[in-house]
Structures are given as structure tokens and as C-alpha cells.
């Protein structure tokens, strides 16, 4: 079994930095990619950004030049720095990695943006 736990969640300003982290453990052979989505109240759950095995990244259009995601293979964590932050980002995010071929979720950790 593999856990994916979250961390760097909390309230921020608008235009203000957060950096969010996620470490996988359990046994863990082979990552084959990283992503966090989000979850907003009432809306769909979307993909903010995702980083796959051989380096290959894609964001989502609203986050691109505000967010950036990196993976620490070493440690099995994926991290995203999320700067600019707007009021539409606000959202519980959630850490997702493939691992040996299977998906897994983390529980999420909320971001609230208010002035």
C-alpha cells in the first residue's frame, strides 16, 4: 500500500506565495507521475498540474506562470509553488501519484485566499 500525505496548506492574501508538499511512502517501486489538483466548493475537482515520469509537465491554463511543480525523486515528494495567489485559487488541493502502475490520492490540504 501507498500513502500520499500533504503539507504547506494555509491563508494567504491575495498575491501572496504558498508552497505546497507531498511525500509518498509505502512500497514504492516505481512513480510513474505526480500531479495536485483542486477541489473548490461546488465545482469539479481540476488538475493544476502534473509532472510525469521522464520530465514532461502540463498546467492548467489558470496557473501557468503563477505555479510551478517539482519532484524530488530521491524523496518520493512532489512539491508546488504557488505564487500570484488569486481568490479563485482558494480550494482544497490534493496530491495524486501513480505509483507501480496504480492511483492514489492524497487527503488534501486547503488553501484559503482572503484579504
Known amino acids: 500500500q501507498v500513502q500520499l500525505v500533504e503539507s504547506g496548506g494555509g491563508l494567504v492574501q491575495p498575491g501572496g506565495s504558498l508552497r505546497l508538499s507531498c511525500t509518498a511512502s509505502?512500497?514504492?517501486?516505481?512513480?510513474?507521475?505526480m500531479a495536485w489538483y483542486r477541489q473548490a466548493p461546488g465545482k469539479q475537482r481540476e488538475l493544476v498540474a502534473i509532472?510525469?515520469?521522464?520530465?514532461?509537465?502540463e498546467y492548467a491554463d489558470s496557473v501557468k506562470g503563477r505555479f510551478t511543480i517539482s519532484t524530488d525523486n530521491a524523496k518520493n515528494s512532489v512539491n508546488l509553488q504557488m505564487n500570484s495567489l488569486k481568490l479563485e485559487d482558494a480550494a482544497d488541493y490534493l496530491c495524486?501519484?501513480?505509483?507501480?502502475?496504480?492511483?492514489?490520492w492524497g487527503r488534501g490540504t486547503q488553501v484559503t485566499v482572503s484579504s
Open positions: 509505502g512500497r514504492i517501486f516505481y512513480i510513474n507521475a
Open positions: 495524486y501519484a501513480i505509483v507501480n502502475g496504480s492511483p492514489y
Open positions: 509532472n510525469r515520469s521522464g520530465g514532461r509537465t
